[in-house]
């Protein structure tokens, strides 16, 4: 069952989901470290997306913006 390629593909998807759901957190993470408590707005957001280089890109992003606001708005602006 283990050299399944059904069961490779299931834990490849778990994997993936995984990585996804870490740099979600690490993004809010991030963020309520440099700024306090984050909008439930801005969690929801955040929680919708689901390609990881762009998770990716949000998370650097994070590191570096200034405000609060303008991590909202840019991660509206990416993200229709």
């Known amino acids: 069952v283990i050299d399944s390629p059904v069961f490779a593909a299931f834990v490849e ?4 989901l995984g ?22 707005a801005i969690t929801m ?13 949000h998370h650097r992003r994070a590191v570096s913006v200034e405000s609060l606001e303008a ?3 840019e991660l509206a602006a990416a993200n229709p």
């Open 13 to 16: 998807e778990g994997r993936a």
């Open 19 to 40: 990585r996804l759901e870490a740099t979600r957190d690490d993004i809010v993470a991030v963020l309520e470290t440099r700024f306090g408590p984050v909008p439930l």
């Open 45 to 57: 957001q955040v929680d919708r997306l689901t390609d990881l280089a762009l998770l990716s890109s």
């Open 71 to 73: 991590f909202a708005q």
